[in-house]
């Protein structure tokens, strides 16, 4: 197979999602959700983390006092032949959330939503159940990092239109917690998108309110009407960088307990996300799932932030003890590398391996896994000697960020210690976790990074782990772009990357947009979908990449398609 080899037809088919869809989006300006909601239902509806049987619907009434809201589930859009209805309390105890469990649905089975509450009614959305038997293909759309502040959320929008997509899967940072002040405050003004609170967020009523106002964007309305929503939490749905024990982004003699702003970060999400409610035995906190869509894939999603992470490594304790590769190699080998270092629970990987082994002895193609943050061995290259980066000790007016990236280029580190690559001992754990269960194929849907990728893993032995897709953030800019590069080094830093590190096949961080994941039972197509602009309602989409996934001798290849 070459590069140029299209393993996927310009045919269309109807599979579970309808249209197949064609080579490329349609690239004519689209605006962005043409009408303003309701004012009683001004935070619209969503769907999401359905089974074979059931669904979550989810809205918010805006009231001063508890208000009776009646639902209906229909299978048809004028809502003609209800199949379930009935009524639930909107009240102060769940900021006015209502979220319903609607069971007792056909598998696979298609449905229309809405609510009635004051003499009012909601808009309508469009869910799915979870199908069972034979299923010939599935489209997922992968997205991560929308930051209110930075743009309008013309990704969500997309994937809203988008007739290849059946289900969306949201791998965290669906909001920040910073304050109107700090990281975006700039272009939020321009925008009129200033952060709520001005505060950075920390008791439950903060969370509430960021929560509602990240519901109030058009573009997210539209996605959660259309598409049922698969999710997992990263960081900043609490603060920054958090593990077990605290966060980058806490100060307990200014901000209190930790554990009580995690609690109300949590209660928040809980309320304001179409997720179910835990089952007897577990907590909230251990929010992780397992999707299976008929005999054609499992999509396991991860919690690595409240209930296992040990605490990060902290580069800036070791810049003044590293004078050579041996010091570098010491702080690998007895942090990064240590032991013990945990990411995952005990409980998580117990489902996880049962999970994957179901799927293996069912001969399902396809294992996903839902992965907030990079796993790809991601090194920096030596940006000062490829002459990208000055010399930081000859440059008086360098940046933090450009000193940053060059020191830790010189001595070979790792990017990023709070992904995966701080973490050695627990990501060679999973990776044995699925040799284990005999799914060494693994596909992880990667966000946190705010830039595409396309990896090809390997454990520490060089065994082929599986490949990786990362999107690129909804809103959130590029660290490269961010750190004021520029576009024209920002693109040479992404291909310095990718020609350094052996995992890295392609990666780029000067766009905002998502992926979309179409499986077939032989081939899988990854399409990297970008948007010209978050500053304007009006946007256009552009196809960036794509890559095909086959396996061969047991292990999945990436090949790079046209487009």
Request: aromatic share 10%; glycine share 8%; hydrophobic share 40%.
């Amino acid at each position: 197979m070459t590069a140029t080899t299209p393993l996927f037809p310009l045919t269309r088919r109807t599979t579970l999602g309808g249209l197949a869809g064609a080579a490329t989006l349609a690239l004519a300006p689209r605006a962005l959700a043409a009408s303003e909601p309701d004012p009683l239902f001004r935070h619209g509806i969503a769907s999401g983390d359905p089974d074979q049987t059931s669904v979550v619907i989810w809205t918010r009434v805006s009231a001063d006092q508890p208000l009776k809201v009646k639902w209906e589930v229909a299978r048809d859009a004028a809502f003609t032949q209800i199949v379930q209805q009935g009524e639930a309390l909107a009240s102060p105890e769940q900021d006015h959330t209502v979220k319903v469990l609607v069971s007792g649905l056909r598998p696979g089975g298609r449905y229309h939503y809405r609510f009635r509450a004051a003499g009012r009614t909601s808009p309508a959305g469009r869910t799915r159940t979870l199908p069972v038997g034979r299923l010939d293909r599935l489209g997922i759309a992968l997205v991560s990092c929308s930051n209110y502040a930075f743009g309008y959320f013309n990704a969500y929008d997309a994937i809203a239109a988008d007739a290849g997509v059946d289900f969306v899967l949201h791998t965290g940072d669906y909001i920040y917690e910073y304050g109107a002040d700090e990281w975006g405050a700039e272009t939020a003004r321009k925008l009129g998108r200033v952060h709520m609170p001005a505060n950075e967020i920390v008791s439950l009523d903060d969370y509430r309110l960021r929560h509602a106002q990240y519901k109030t964007d058009l573009g997210a309305q539209a996605m959660h009407a259309a598409h049922p929503l698969l999710a997992c939490w990263d960081d900043h749905e609490s603060a920054n960088n958090p593990w077990t024990g605290g966060a980058q982004n806490h100060q307990s003699d200014k901000e209190g307990d930790w554990q009580e702003r995690r609690a109300a970060s949590i209660r928040a999400y809980f309320e304001w996300m179409p997720v179910r409610e835990p089952v007897p035995g577990r907590s909230r906190m251990q929010f992780w799932r397992t999707y299976r869509f008929g005999d054609l894939a499992t999509l396991c999603t991860l919690e690595t932030r409240h209930t296992a992470r040990a605490q990060q490594v902290d580069y800036r304790t070791w810049e003044g003890r590293i004078a050579s590769r041996a010091d570098a190699e010491r702080l690998e080998r007895e942090e990064i590398d240590a032991a013990g270092r945990t990411m995952l629970a005990p409980e998580l990987e117990a489902d996880l391996d049962a999970a994957l082994r179901a799927s293996v002895a069912d001969r399902q193609p396809w294992r996903l896994i839902g992965n907030p943050m990079p796993i790809a061995r991601t090194r920096v290259p030596d940006v000062v000697g490829l002459g990208l980066i000055p010399d930081p000790a000859k440059a008086d007016k360098l940046s933090g960020e450009a000193r940053a990236l060059a020191w830790k280029g010189k001595w070979n580190l790792p990017f990023y210690p709070d992904t995966w690559d701080g973490y050695e001992w627990a990501r060679e754990r999973l990776y044995a976790l699925s040799r284990a269960a005999g799914a060494g194929d693994l596909v992880f849907l990667t966000g946190d990074s705010h830039s595409f990728w396309a990896n090809r893993l390997a454990d520490a032995a060089g065994r082929p782990a599986g490949v990786e897709l990362g999107t690129a953030g909804v809103t959130s800019p590029g660290d490269f772009v961010e750190s004021g590069f520029g576009p024209e080094l920002s693109a040479r830093l992404d291909q310095a990357f990718a020609e350094h590190n052996p995992e890295v096949v392609w990666t780029d961080n000067l766009h905002q947009g998502y992926v979309r994941l179409d499986l077939r039972r032989l081939v899988a197509r990854a399409d990297f979908v970008a948007v010209d602009t978050v500053m304007s309602r009006l946007y256009r989409t552009r196809l960036l990449k794509r890559f095909a996934m086959v396996r061969r001798d047991g292990a999945l290849g990436l090949t790079e398609q046209p487009v």
